[in-house]
Each structure stands twice: as C-alpha cells, then as structure tokens.
C-alpha cells in the first residue's frame, strides 16, 4: 500500500479533459511539494510535471498539475493516443524522511 | 545531454551477492544526488535511498535501511546498488535517477533483476 493514494485506473476519449488525483497528509503534500511522472509502456519513468506546477522544457501545456491542502491533482487536456500511460504523484514525506510515490494510476484513451 | 546508463539484466539465485551500476555523463557527477527506485508489479514505485556523490553523504528509505548498500565513485561518474545476499522478494526493475532540487529529473533506463533458484 503506498502512502500517497492515487486512483488505479482512468479513462478519456480522445481530445477529452481528464485529472488523476493523489492524496496524501501534513507530513508529506500538505508540507512539501508535488512532482508527477508519466511512465509509458516498457520504459523508465520521465517528469511531467514538478514544484506541484512547474512543467520541464519539452513537456506540452496540455499537461498541469495543482495542489490543495494534502491533496493534488494532474490535468490532461485534449486527451491523444499516445497519453496511454502510467502516472505517478511524488512527494517527499518528513516522518519517513525519503521520497514517496502513489501507486500509479493507468491512463486509457479509448 | 544528461545521461544515466545501467548495467545489464542480472539473474541470481537467493544468497548470491550482487551490485548494479548508474554512469552519469554530459553533467557534473557530483554536485547532484543519485536516487534508487524499486519497481515491482504488486507494489509500483518505492524509493530505496540515495547518495550525494561529491561526499558520499548517504540516505536509506527505513524500508531499505540494512537491505542494500548504495555507493558512488565520482572519479568514474558511478554509483552503486548493491545486495550481500538476495532474496527472491529482490526480484523487480531497478532505475537510478539523478535528484534535481526536490525531483528526479533524469532516470536510467533500469536494470531488470531476476532471483530465483
């Protein structure tokens, strides 16, 4: 059981807006920040997002991340093919001192 | 270009000892830390701990704290996971990732480890 929650499975058709959520407490999103990863079938994890909203050089505006309170969540818009994925939220956590992830929510375009 | 190579696929038996590498090029290996990352299918991704390069200055997840060791040579631009007896509860995909700040903002491309007798 991960200590962020994240809803398993998720589903859009193509052009859709879909969010992911990831909940977690005041030891680790309600105090530090959130980072998003998007894991594409037989490949390493890659950053989607990071500092909760803050996209790296390369990743599309239709990807955006937000927190609030012990909670965050990572928005797609305009839903392609090749969103099918897993995503993943991150935080660091201050009672276990290390970094900790949800359990990966996979991303269906239908 | 900022890169992270692993070693390759390992297959051991339970009690084998085993170390796996991350080279890190294209950036200066020791002014980042290098975070390991479990994968497993029952259980997704699990931070293991990670290590400052430049001074060997080294954190474990209390998970993984006495499981494994994590070590580094910055003259080669290396660090290590390693395992002084696997277990078959040892058997997932391991990546590195170079720390930028507070996010991985770099991974190898994994090294796949399989213990079975």
């Known amino acids: 059981q991960s200590v962020l929650t994240q809803p398993p499975s998720a589903s859009g058709t193509p052009g859709q807006r879909v969010t992911i959520s990831c909940s977690g407490d005041?030891?680790?999103?309600?105090?530090?920040?959130v980072n998003w990863y998007q894991q594409l079938p037989g490949t390493a994890p890659k950053v989607l997002i990071h500092?909760?909203?803050q996209r790296p050089s390369g990743v599309p505006d239709r990807f955006s991340g937000s927190k609030s309170g012990t909670s965050a969540s990572l928005a797609i818009s305009g839903l392609q093919s090749e969103d099918e994925a897993d995503y993943y939220c991150a935080a660091w956590d201050d009672s276990l001192n290390g970094r900790v992830f949800g359990g990966g929510t996979k991303l269906t375009v239908l | 270009e900022v890169q992270l190579v692993q070693s390759g696929v390992e297959v051991k038996k339970p009690g084998e000892s085993l170390r796996i590498s991350c080279k890190g090029s294209?950036?200066?290996?020791?002014?980042?830390?290098i975070a390991w990352v479990r994968q497993t299918p029952g259980k997704g991704l699990e931070w293991m701990g990670v290590?400052?390069?430049?001074?060997?200055?080294?954190r474990y997840s209390p998970s993984f704290q006495g499981q494994v060791t994590i070590s580094a040579d910055k003259s080669i631009s290396t660090a290590y996971l390693q395992w002084t007896s696997l277990k078959a509860s040892d058997t997932a995909m391991y990546y590195c990732?170079?720390?930028?700040?507070?996010?991985?903002?770099?991974w190898g491309q994994g090294t796949l480890v399989t213990v079975s007798s």
């Open positions: 290590i400052h390069p430049g001074d060997a200055d080294t």
């Open positions: 005041s030891s680790n999103i309600g105090t530090n920040t």
């Open positions: 500092s909760n909203n």
């Open positions: 294209g950036y200066s290996f020791s002014t980042h830390w």
């Open positions: 990732a170079r720390q930028d700040g507070d996010y991985e903002d770099f």
